[in-house]
């Protein structure tokens, strides 16, 4: 567990200094004896550096604190999230889909999107289904300051739980990205970061083949798949691949033997 509570912007920053300031050292010959100590810092410096942001926006590590990718069981259980929504027509067409084959799915939800689409929220839990907080402007939290990450993680609650009645206790950071300050809001909030182990690039648009392939070749016990029903907060991308992609995922993986879950119950299937 990573302790040290500042955020990685202002830690890549003292990094690009001490990196800096090592090479005029090394440039002005000095602290070169036993050996050249200015060099050898600045290419720590910059495999820290490198470190720190992969570990930072690589969803299946816990480097900066408790997230979940997946989780370790010898069921065969998966859990289909979907992030971004709500956005009509599609979150409609993938619910129609989730009920056609009776398998329920997590929603990570933008704030700013439930707020305009509340109905569309009410039947996601009336339909069985998990909500999750995915930001109210679906913001990279790792350029927001403390402020702005709690604003977005607490104004997303309090909307959906006028919504729904409920307050979600389940976060997917926007792109999964996170550092310890990310993690130490959720923590302080009692919400679980949950990431994903299984993505195609939906998002992408590849098209229906590439989305099916890329998942189902990925997809083992207690995976998270991810998938979007929303385009961010531009809701300008068509996610008809993604919709029919679902269904297709759906209907091979029930053929596999696999059962769908909600994140909620994949976490409570975990054999750690
Ligand atoms: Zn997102």
Same mark, same amino acid.
Request: proline share 6%.
């Given at each position: 567990m990573f302790d040290f509570k500042?955020?990685?912007? =202002?830690?890549?920053?003292l990094l690009?200094?001490?990196?800096? /300031? +090592?090479?005029?050292l090394d440039y002005l010959r000095l602290l070169r004896r036993p050996a050249r100590i200015g060099l050898w810092l600045a290419m720590l410096g910059i495999i820290a550096g490198f470190f720190l942001t992969a570990t930072a926006v690589m969803p299946d590590n816990r480097f900066y604190g408790p997230a979940f990718s997946e989780v370790k069981t010898s069921q065969k259980v998966?859990?289909?999230?979907?992030?971004?929504?709500?956005? $009509?027509?599609?979150?409609?067409?993938?619910?129609?889909?989730?009920?056609?084959?009776?398998? $329920?799915?997590?929603?990570f939800v933008i704030g700013r999107n439930a707020e305009k689409h509340p109905e569309l929220v009410r039947r996601i839990v009336a339909e069985g289904h998990q909500i999750g907080n995915h930001t109210y402007?679906?913001?990279?939290?790792?350029?927001?300051?403390? %402020?702005?990450?709690a604003d977005e993680i607490?104004?997303?609650?309090?909307?959906?739980?006028?919504?729904?009645?409920? #307050? $979600?206790?389940?976060? %997917?950071?926007?792109?999964g990205?996170?550092? &310890?300050?990310?993690?130490?809001? #959720?923590?302080?909030?009692?919400?679980? /970061?949950?990431?994903? =182990?299984? +993505? +195609? %690039?939906?998002?992408t648009n $590849?098209?229906?083949?590439?989305? /099916?392939?890329?998942?189902?070749?990925?997809?083992?016990?207690? &995976?998270?798949?991810l998938l979007h029903d929303?385009?961010?907060?531009?809701? =300008?991308? +068509?996610?008809a691949q993604t919709v029919e992609a679902a269904r297709q995922i759906i209907r091979e993986l029930l053929a596999q033997g696999y059962r769908f879950v909600t994140v909620d119950e994949i976490l409570a299937n975990t054999e750690d």
């Open positions: 500042l955020p990685l912007i =202002s830690i890549l920053g690009t200094i001490l990196v800096l /300031v +090592s090479l005029v998966v859990a289909l999230t979907f992030d971004d929504g709500p956005y $009509p027509p599609y979150t409609e067409q993938v619910l129609d889909v989730l009920r056609e084959y009776k398998v $329920p799915a997590t929603f402007n679906h913001v990279d939290l790792l350029k927001t300051n403390r %402020r702005g990450i607490d104004r997303t609650n309090r909307l959906l739980q006028t919504i729904t009645g409920d #307050m $979600p206790h389940v976060v %997917r950071p926007p792109h990205f996170r550092d &310890s300050v990310v993690i130490d809001a #959720m923590t302080e909030r009692k919400l679980k /970061v949950v990431e994903w =182990s299984v +993505s +195609s %690039r939906d998002w $590849p098209g229906v083949d590439a989305i /099916v392939r890329r998942t189902i070749g990925k997809v083992r016990n207690g &995976s998270v798949i929303g385009d961010g907060v531009a809701q =300008s991308a +068509s996610r």
